[in-house]
Each structure stands twice: as structure tokens, then as C-alpha cells.
């Protein structure tokens, strides 16, 4: 089985091969049809989305994305990592958002947008990454606890 070594003498240079830490390669991961699928979450909000080479239209839940999502600021929401990588008029975005509110819903879009854009263009992982477009925003409502009025909020005090 395993050797006993009585001394330092048998331990040389070549006994103990040095570590090499190798950095994670990123593929490319795209399906049969040319696109690349990733799933973005905001709250309780879930965005499926597919990235393909196109003319940079973005649909989500088969209407134009600047119908669903009427306010500018989550129009801006939803195309920021597209403009932070500069691919304005390379792809085409087709999304399917179920769950939560407009805004949570704004946010799971983007969040899928840029984790596709990451597995269609693996080099755009730094400048999505230096953005935070990657990290998921774990933040979701607090539930409402026995004997209080919401999750925190107690009922007003009366000592009689």
C-alpha cells in the first residue's frame, strides 16, 4: 500500500507536482438552430430567452418589446446589455417573461439577454461581467409572518 518515510532525505523536487490553476474556458453554446438559449430571473419573474444573428428586433410574448413594455425606463432596462456590448442591429431576441410585475419582468430580460449574449459570444463575458449584467439580483419579497400586519410591520401597541 503506502510507504512509511522515515526522513526528508527520499522528499525531492520531483515529488510533489506543483498546482496549476486553469481558468475556465467559455464555449460557445448554441442549439440545432443557430441561437443561444438562457433564462433570466428578477423577483418572481422568469424570462426565457433566445438569441439569433438578425436585425436587432426584440420580441417578447409575440408583441414588440417596446408595446410590452411601454415605460422608457424599463425599455432602457431591457437593452442595456445589448448597447453596453455595442450589438445593437447584429441579433434578433425572441423572450417569453411569466411571472411578477413589469419591472421584475424588465429586469429577468435583461438578465437573460446578457447570459445569452455570453454563451452566443463567449469574449463579451468581461464587458457584460464589469457591468454586473451576469449577477442575479437575489432580492425577492419577504413573506408575512404569523401575528404581524406584513413580514415586519407589527399591529399598533396598547398597553390597555
Not at 20 to 33: F, G, R, S, T
Amino acid at each position: 500500500m503506502a510507504e512509511t518515510i522515515n526522513s526528508l532525505e527520499g522528499l525531492g523536487t520531483n515529488a510533489v507536482a506543483p498546482v496549476v490553476n486553469i481558468a475556465p474556458v467559455h464555449v460557445q453554446k448554441l442549439d440545432a438552430q443557430g441561437r443561444a438559449y438562457a433564462t433570466g430571473k428578477r423577483k418572481n419573474a422568469v424570462a426565457r430567452v433566445w438569441i439569433k444573428p438578425g436585425k436587432g428586433k426584440i420580441t417578447v410574448n409575440g408583441r414588440d418589446f417596446a408595446t410590452y413594455f411601454a415605460r422608457p425606463v424599463l425599455q432602457l432596462i431591457v437593452k442595456q446589455p445589448i448597447v453596453a456590448t455595442e450589438r445593437t442591429d447584429q441579433y434578433d431576441v425572441v423572450v417569453t417573461v411569466a411571472g411578477g410585475g413589469l419591472s421584475g419582468q424588465a429586469g429577468a430580460v435583461r438578465h437573460g439577454i446578457s447570459k445569452a449574449l455570453n454563451f452566443f459570444e463567449p469574449g463579451l463575458r468581461s464587458v457584460l461581467k464589469k457591468g454586473g449584467f451576469l449577477t442575479r439580483d437575489s432580492r425577492v419579497v419577504e413573506r408575512k409572518k404569523y401575528g404581524k400586519a406584513k413580514a415586519r410591520k407589527s399591529f399598533q401597541f396598547s398597553k390597555r
